[in-house]
């Protein structure tokens, strides 16, 4: 071995870790600049033609009135984006592609933060695994969809509550909600943490609503009411009316996907029976009297999250991206979930499949019986852990 080739070598065994980090970067990088020209269905029928129809009524001043159906905030940072020289559709994706990256940090840090050992490596996957993870590259540099950023703000918000900084949990939490409407599975964690921990006041709830008062300023000076921030999530709730979208929820067992049918007769006892089985898993936490330490918390936002998604009508293939990129968090800290996390992103990956690429694997009845043999599964293994576990209660750098 020449000298030179010794010393590379060297370099690379001293460095090895910030190596694998540039590496995984680099070629994330890669794989979402090799998307930037695929023109997803919601891309071509609402994406880009929203961004025409608020450039054509002049970027800020579109703010006045209602084009789409995100929110304000989102609106807002789209109108900016016309006053750049940039295509419309890179545009979506480069901010999308930001948090994706943003997350991949996030949990680096919390499965760093609160492994039991072989911190630094686990660290370094479990941000590997998110950047390289197909359902958040095809989320956002094919789809061009913006879920990585509030489930951004919602991991950073648990993050915060793990480390009892509970009013940044709130506001991040709110930012959240300004986002998406689907923020709101993180809610119940942050009910169960009211009750369970009795560490806060209820009036940390009211955080939520200001701080999204806040960040749609800009559409209020524009002309637009308070309440109109709160309407549109009310709106969206009856924009596509189907007890099924794509998502392989328990409701597959009643009914067929993307049909109207049965919907108004189903859509509020269905909405009513997953606040009762969320109920259900919140009482059995607080009976059991569960230590809430920081891998406890994530453990619950993880199976409230999923209770919520997978019993709750008129669910799409998008809405369970919070507890997927949770399961990341778990399975670096319990090896044994490594069995549940495979067919977890596997269900989410052909459900992507159909939509983006029309492979004929639309949401199906046997699809949703292995979706609710995974959730009993996590049910039963993390729910021991959690009442008889030995997480710890903080980790280095806490």
Known sequence: MIRAEE???????????????????????????GLRDLVSVDADAFLIPWYREIKD??????LGGQVGNYNMLYQTLIALFTYLPVKPLYAYKMLSVFFDYGLAVLVGRLVYTYAESGRKWKGIFAYGTVLL???????????GQCDAI????????????????????????GAALSFKLQAVFLLPFFLLMYLGKKCFSALYFFILPAVMCVLNLAGVIMGRSFLDIFR??????????????????VWLLL?????????WYLKKAGILFALAAAG???????????????????????????????????????????????????????????????????????????????????????????????????????????????????????
Request: aromatic fraction near 16%.
């Open 255 to 263: 009914t067929e996907p993307d049909t109207p049918q049965y919907y």
């Open 232 to 249: 549109i999530y009310l709106d969206q709730t009856s924009d596509w009316p189907a007890i099924v979208k794509n998502y392989p929820s």
């Open 133 to 143: 993870s197909p359902l958040v590259f095809l989320n956002s540099s094919a789809w």
């Open 7 to 33: 010393k590379v070598l060297n370099f690379a065994e001293r460095h090895l870790d910030l190596l694998v980090v540039a590496a995984v970067t680099i070629i994330g990088f890669l794989i979402r600049y």
């Open 150 to 173: 509030y489930v951004c703000f919602e991991v950073l918000a648990l993050f915060m509550m793990c480390r009892e900084k509970t009013g940044p949990a709130f506001v991040f939490l």
């Open 280 to 398: 259900l898993l919140l009482t059995v936490l607080l009976i059991k009297k569960v230590e809430w330490n920081a891998r406890n918390m994530v453990y619950a936002a993880f199976l409230l999250s999923y209770t919520c998604v997978l019993f709750l009508p008129a669910m799409h293939d998008r809405y369970g991206y919070l507890y997927e990129i949770l399961a990341v968090v778990i399975l670096f800290w319990e090896r044994k979930t490594a069995a549940l996390f495979v067919p977890l992103y596997c269900l989410t990956l052909l459900t992507y499949a159909h939509f983006l690429f029309q492979a004929p694997t639309q949401a199906c009845t046997a699809m949703s019986l292995v979706n609710l043999a995974v959730y009993i599964g996590y049910l039963f293994l993390l729910l021991r852990k959690m009442t008889g576990g030995s997480a710890p209660s903080s980790g280095p750098g806490a």
């Open 57 to 62: 009524q002049g970027g800020l001043r579109a």
